[in-house]
């Protein structure tokens, strides 16, 4: 059987306890603090009763503003990947962390290049899974991140007993192109990314 | 030529006509045209025939005519001699299985005795075993089917056999030796299992259950098109049907199972699992006693190391059915089984959070409800080391993992002593031990944890409140001052806490007040109303903070046994708002509380008939107020949706009440008890001052509520026309017109009886009013058509025929075709006012009726429409389609999609291209194969509009959408259509990743990831 798992045991968060967008943002609140439980008793349909009230309805619900994409959402973006021992996400395992996430914007006005730094903090220092869960979050970042992004995932700094070996081969661009051809690690990864939501 | 010998010929060439041939040697034996004497005659030459074949095919011709013949014809000394005819047949080794279907043939028409079935029992094992010498199929099976029935009807016979012959069994067991066909399978495990659980099996248990055993696991996949429909899990049943049926299998049966759970096939294990289960269910609490630990050691290592889930749960029903049946038996063998649980799962949660902390409560949790013995074990097994470790714990996750452990025991305490207000399993017998040995220390844990620990710990305050919530339930547990301390514990949270985060622990503290309520409903009102009602001012100063209480408070409402009092506060808290003076803001507030709880206790006003002193504590001023012009009229009242409010809590109440009941109310309907006479009021006086106008909106929900039998206070038509009039008028507010124009609806949709209804719009059609003329369309005229049609079409009165059709020819009216348009989407739109609750007249198929009348002709007319008006029949197509099940619309689906394709390419319609997407959506889901052809146009569309394009922007529900179902296609077409895509669709996605909305990137990048797999999906098929 699996005698073969670097950590049989690890340590679990709780769901309600990993970062989430809407905790702690104001944005919603009410200035009331009312949780807006008395808005459905009008329904708010009401007003497309009327055959010449839609068309105006139908635009101002989208207003001009730009959610740019932040720390939250690439953490949403990795959390949800498989561990490749567990069936538990990288997120409830806190490999992955809110504040190891950092989007850097481009370094000059020309340039319209941002950097995407993910640090992996692996469950124990031995792990030799460290490489396969750094490439399945580049992978997945590669995927779901617009091209102006340059992704860089390392592993934390003394989490690791060879991070320096670790993130030299996650930094190394063909050797992460060769491992991509490897038909076993990609069947791997396909697994790990198969929970992503 | 005789009839064997015409049967003889035919046997090979055609099987139906020998059989036709049989069949008419049967009639002529009951018609006594054939005696059996010259039958078996002239069959004599061919059963000694030297040709194998023709032997074979004799004895099958007389096994046909025997199942052919009527019972009774054959006497009972002639139905032995054919049995011994035939028997002895078996001795010639071919043709066994005609043999065996002309005894069944034989027993069909005579029970036998005994002896004789015992007779053919032997003869059929001293001449035919084993079985598999038979190399077909179709041989084997007749021979298993009789011997199936042997045993299903000479039960004591054969038994008897086995009894008196030490050797029977392991012949009989040998006999089926080697069999493989699943259908012949089927009918083993059902023979074997009656020597398993009916005969003193002694010193041949084991080669019976090997006979079994050396199936497992069944591996048994049936062919594509599998006539006979027995699938694996058929097999698999019986065989641990087999397996679980004596409790003499356990020595063989554990051991054995157990080697196969090492194996790497899950599926495998899930059937050793599942048939460990079954066995300890059967065998016994003395047998399972002698297993248990062996069991447990095995079992446990699936759940603290999951593979798969299921598996885990299986191995945990395992688990708890082991403790169920040792709690039947005595207490030694319980207690030796739970003694190395308890002591594995506290060293686990040592540990906690872990992976394996978390599997030790999954098992605890599991195994402690079975019954009363477990629950009191465990509770005194764990509880004492989970304190001391709670106590000693240096971090916040420790001590949550080991409380969420705790809320489980809790649970399985009330599953089996109950709570409260009803009993648990164990029945009334009082909880003793364990838990309420720890009841004082547990609720200090708790109480503290859940009062001092800091607001960020969210995960850690839910399980504390959690944990008082099951603690406060459990039946006769805690005092009802204990009980208090909670309550006040929670209501201080949700009134006095600062708001956090998603304010999870408020809407905790909330609902477990109301759980507790409905425990102990004279608790939560003596402790927790008072605190509410302080923070409730009589008047505001502009503060704002109590709206949030109020919800809470109303929230409350949802308890039945508290539904009262709420109400009641509420009241008298409104009352004395209004004659403070309070704002606008805290009266509308209190309204909104109000009916939040009347919405609440919909039901309950439902059910109690008596609901007069709501109307007369609640209606009845409110629309005295309403009407008012003196003190008595709050400024709130001026406000519109203040005014909806008031309409709403009103129609809450009078809407359960009697006929007579409500026609008191019916005739103040538009004067609202104001002493004005009625024609000198709105809809009749369109001159009226401004501030009666307002109360329509008050009017309408009074209609709404009224019963169809309740009379009206003037005549039907003349409060039509009334208000078609008045609906025209151009001063009104828009809530006061869209008011009106729902009166008319419900009007018409009540109060007309079915024939009048036919005739109903004649009035309005003819001159001088005319509103189907198109030279006088004009808004307000194009608003009262829509509120008219929409109460007739509710009804689906045959009158629609005549009806929907103007409104089609409308569709091209050159100036008024893209309201018109718009407004179809108006018709089946559901109103939260005409509905059944509210006493209208909903058939349930006028969907259907609307959809066939209008949707064929929509079709039809856009072909031959003009360039210019084409898309106002896809703007009408589409409001009619986005609020139809898709099950009304699958069958003209071909018919529509092109009609769809092309709303997608609209600018600026974008409810249209929502529907549009939407049924294309449904479409792909349930009847992919329409969209195939149209695979291209489709993905090419759903892009363009996935992307966000400056020249006509769609907005982002809209794109998320599109990503959403263009998500859909790989999954529901096949890869050939799919593939030539994937390139081009990934490429595009890439700027929907970067879209300004998050909801669209999100949407975006779910979609892309299913595009890039698709290339992938060949190759990880396992």
Redesign the interface.
């Known amino acids: 059987?699996?005698v073969d798992?670097q950590n049989?045991?690890?340590?679990?968060?709780?769901l309600?306890?990993l970062p989430?967008r809407?905790?702690?943002s104001n944005l919603n609140?009410r200035?009331?603090?009312?949780?807006g439980?008395?808005d459905g008793?009008?329904?708010q349909?009401?007003h497309?009763?009327?055959?010449?009230?839609?068309?105006l309805s139908?635009?101002d619900?989208?207003d001009d503003?730009?959610?740019d994409?932040d720390e939250q959402?690439v953490f949403d973006?990795i959390s949800s990947i498989s561990d490749p021992e567990?069936?538990?996400s990288l997120g409830s395992l806190a490999v992955v962390n809110l504040p190891d996430i950092h989007i850097q914007p481009p370094s000059s006005p020309h340039s319209s290049i941002s950097t995407v730094l993910v640090e992996v903090t692996p469950t124990i220092t031995h792990c030799s899974l460290a490489t396969v869960i750094g490439l399945g979050v580049r992978v997945r970042l590669e995927?779901?991140?617009?091209?102006?992004f340059r992704v860089d995932v390392r592993i934390k700094k003394g989490t690791h007993s060879t991070d320096e070996a670790v993130n030299k081969q996650l930094g190394d661009k063909e050797r992460v192109a060769a491992a991509l051809e490897n038909g076993t690690l990609m069947?791997v990864l396909?697994k790990m990314?198969s929970t992503?939501? | 030529m005789s009839d064997i010998q015409q049967f003889l010929l035919e046997y090979d060439r055609n099987k139906r006509e020998a059989s036709q041939i049989a069949q008419k040697s049967a009639t002529r034996l009951t018609d006594g045209d054939l005696k059996l004497l010259k039958l078996i005659e002239e069959l004599g030459e061919y059963f000694n025939s030297e040709d194998v074949a023709i032997r074979v095919k004799s004895i099958a011709y007389l096994a046909e005519v025997l199942g052919f013949v009527p019972p009774k014809v054959l006497s009972l000394q002639q139905r032995n001699l054919l049995c011994d005819f035939v028997l002895s047949r078996t001795e010639d080794g071919d043709g066994i299985g005609s043999c065996a279907k002309a005894l069944l043939a034989l027993e069909e028409r005579g029970k036998w005795d005994g002896e004789r079935a015992q007779t053919i029992m032997e003869t059929l094992l001293a001449n035919t075993s084993p079985l598999r010498q038979y190399k077909q199929q179709s041989e084997r099976y007749p021979v298993l089917r009789l011997i199936d029935a042997l045993l299903a009807k000479y039960r004591d016979a054969l038994r008897t056999l086995h009894d008196s012959q030490p050797d029977f069994l392991s012949r009989f067991i040998a006999y089926f030796d080697g069999e493989k066909d699943p259908r012949n399978l089927m009918l083993v495990f059902s023979i074997l299992r009656v020597p398993m659980t009916e005969w003193n099996i002694g010193a041949d248990a084991q080669d019976l259950f090997d006979a079994v055993f050396n199936y497992f696991p069944i591996t048994f996949r049936p062919p594509p098109d599998d006539p006979y429909g027995i699938t694996a899990q058929d097999l698999k049943d019986r065989l641990r049907e087999c397996i679980s049926s004596t409790a003499d299998f356990a020595p063989y049966a554990f051991p054995a199972l157990l080697d196969k759970l090492d194996s790497t096939s899950m599926n495998t294990k899930r059937d050793v699992l599942q048939a460990i289960t079954s066995s300890v269910q059967e065998y016994g609490p003395r047998t399972v006693s002698l297993y248990s630990i062996t069991l447990w050691d095995a079992l446990k290592f699936e759940i603290l190391n999951v593979q798969e889930e299921d598996l885990a749960e299986e191995a945990l029903n395992g688990l708890a059915a082991i403790a169920q049946t040792l709690s039947q038996g005595t207490s030694g063998p319980l207690n030796a089984y739970l003694r190395p649980i308890i002591k594995e799962c506290n060293e686990h949660l040592e540990d906690a959070p872990t992976k394996q902390s978390q599997a030790a409560a999954r098992i605890v949790s599991k195994i402690a409800n079975v019954s009363p013995d477990v629950t009191n074990l465990l509770l005194a097994g764990i509880l004492p080391t989970m304190f001391t470790l709670f106590q000693s714990a240096d971090n916040m996750a420790k001590r949550r993992g080991l409380l969420e452990v705790f809320v489980q025991l809790i649970k399985a305490n009330i599953d089996v002593y109950g709570d409260w207000r009803s009993t648990g399993s164990a029945g009334a017998s009082a909880p003793k031990g364990a838990l309420a040995q720890f009841r004082d220390q547990a609720l200090e844990v708790l109480l503290h944890g859940l009062e001092t620990s800091p607001v960020n710990n969210v995960s850690y305050r839910l399980v504390c409140a959690d944990g008082l919530l099951q603690l406060s339930k459990v039946r006769e547990l805690l005092s009802e001052d204990d009980i208090g301390k909670i309550i006040q514990l929670l209501h201080a949270i949700v009134i006095h806490e600062e708001s956090f985060g998603k304010d999870e622990i408020k809407e905790s503290a909330i609902n477990s007040l109301v759980e507790i309520a409905h425990q102990k409903p004279q608790v939560v009102i003596d402790k927790a109303f008072p605190a509410f009602m302080a923070q409730l001012p009589d008047t505001d100063e502009g503060s704002s903070g109590h709206v949030a209480v109020l919800e809470a408070f109303a929230k409350m409402a949802n308890e039945e046994d508290v539904f009262d009092t709420v109400i009641l506060r509420l009241k008298n808290k409104f009352s004395a708002a209004v004659s403070q003076n309070a704002s606008s803001g805290y009266i509308v507030a209190l309204l909104s509380a109000i009916l939040y709880a009347l919405t609440k206790g919909s039901n309950k006003l439902e059910q109690d008939p008596n609901t007069s002193t709501y109307y007369q504590d609640i209606v009845l001023p409110l629309l005295k107020r309403t009407s008012s012009a003196d003190a008595s009229h709050p400024e709130a009242f001026n406000n519109e949706t203040t005014l909806d409010l008031v309409g709403r809590i009103c129609n809450i109440v009078v809407r359960s009440q009697s006929t007579e009941q409500q026609e008191a109310i019916a005739s103040e309907l538009y004067t609202l008890f104001r002493g004005t006479p009625q024609a000198e009021l709105p809809p009749f006086n369109i001159s009226a001052p401004p501030e009666n106008h307002k109360t329509m909106i008050v009017s309408t929900h009074l209609l709404a509520s009224f019963r169809k039998e309740t009379r009206l206070p003037c005549e039907i038509e003349f409060l039509v026309s009334s208000l078609v009039n008045y609906t025209q008028h151009s001063d009104l507010s828009i809530p006061v017109r869209s008011a009106s124009l729902r009166q008319l609806s419900l009007v018409i949709n009540k109060f007309y009886s079915a024939g009048a209804l036919k005739t109903c719009m004649d009035p309005l059609t003819e001159a001088p009013f005319e509103l189907f003329h198109p030279e006088k369309l004009n808004p307000p005229r194009i608003r009262v058509i829509f509120a008219c049609l929409k109460g007739i079409l509710l009804r689906s009165s045959p009158v629609l025929a005549k009806l929907y059709p103007k409104l089609l020819d409308f569709l091209s009216h050159p100036k008024y075709g893209a309201a018109i348009a718009h407004g179809f989407s108006t018709l089946l739109q559901p109103d939260d006012l005409i509905t059944k609750q509210n006493h209208c007249q909903i058939s349930g198929l006028h969907k259907q009726k609307s959809f066939a009348l209008l949707v064929p002709n929509i079709t039809q007319a856009f072909r031959e429409a003009s360039a210019e008006t084409k898309r106002n029949y896809l703007i009408a197509l589409s409001g009619i389609l986005r609020w139809l099940p898709f099950d009304i619309v699958i069958e003209e689906v071909p018919s529509l999609i092109l009609l769809l394709l092309q709303s997608l390419d609209l600018k600026g319609e974008d409810f249209v291209k929502e529907a549009a997407i939407g049924t294309l959506a449904s479409t792909l889901a349930e009847k992919p194969e329409v969209v195939q052809e149209h695979a291209g146009s489709l993905i090419s569309r759903l892009l363009a509009n996935s992307v966000l394009n400056k020249e006509s922007p769609t907005p982002a529900r809209v794109r998320a959408a599109a990503c959403r179902c263009l998500m859909l296609i790989p999954d529901k077409l096949k890869l050939e259509v799919v593939l030539p895509y994937r390139r081009q669709v990934c490429r595009k996605l890439i700027a929907a990743l970067d879209d300004g909305k998050r909801e669209v990137r999100s949407a975006a990048v779910k979609c892309r990831a299913r595009w890039l797999q698709v290339d992938e999906a060949g190759d990880d098929d396992d």
């Open positions: 059987m699996d798992k049989a045991n690890p340590t679990i968060l709780s309600s306890d989430s809407r905790r702690g609140r200035n009331d603090g009312s949780t439980l008395f008793l009008i329904p349909y009401s497309l009763n009327d055959p010449f009230e839609q068309s139908s635009s619900s989208d503003s730009v959610e994409i959402e973006l567990h069936p538990l995927q779901a991140l617009p091209p102006r069947g396909r990314l992503c939501e």
